[in-house]
């Protein structure tokens, strides 16, 4: 399984970018896709995932980007996008996507294969 995270870049605050997360090496229909970000000093933290179940999206937030951020996922294309708008100083750090396979969750460590990383800054 190989996920390749791309679309970081600097943008002010209040501005918008997406993100998206191509994935190949396995079937990515039903996976629970997942992105998490990182700032210096801190623990990896969730973002936002897409569940799918009965052919139905569902998503979930992390309440610091609940109303800003919109997760997505194509499954024709097996790509996770992440539409940030509204953008804080505070939402600067390296941004990853995963997956945890079959099972919904905020946890960090129930993610098994991770992205490399892509680059958000969000200057004030």
């Known amino acids: 399984v190989q996920l390749q995270a791309s679309g970081g870049g600097l943008v002010q605050a209040g501005g918008s970018l997406s993100l998206s997360c191509a994935a190949s090496?396995?079937?990515?229909?039903?996976?629970?896709m997942g992105w998490f970000r990182q700032a210096p000093g801190k623990e990896r933290e969730f973002v936002a995932a897409?569940?799918?179940?009965?052919?139905?999206?569902?998503?979930y937030y992390a309440d610091s980007v609940e109303g800003r951020f919109t997760i997505s996922k194509d499954n024709a294309k097996n790509t996770v996008y992440l539409q940030m708008n509204s953008l804080k100083p505070e939402d600067t750090a390296v941004y990853y996507c995963?997956?945890?396979?079959?099972?919904?969750?905020?946890?960090?460590?129930?993610?098994?294969?991770w992205g490399q990383g892509t680059q958000v800054t969000v200057s004030s």
């Open positions: 897409v569940s799918w179940s009965g052919g139905i999206g569902i998503s």
């Open positions: 090496g396995g079937t990515f229909s039903n996976y629970n």
């Open positions: 995963a997956t945890s396979g079959g099972k919904k969750s905020r946890n960090r460590y129930d993610y098994a294969y």
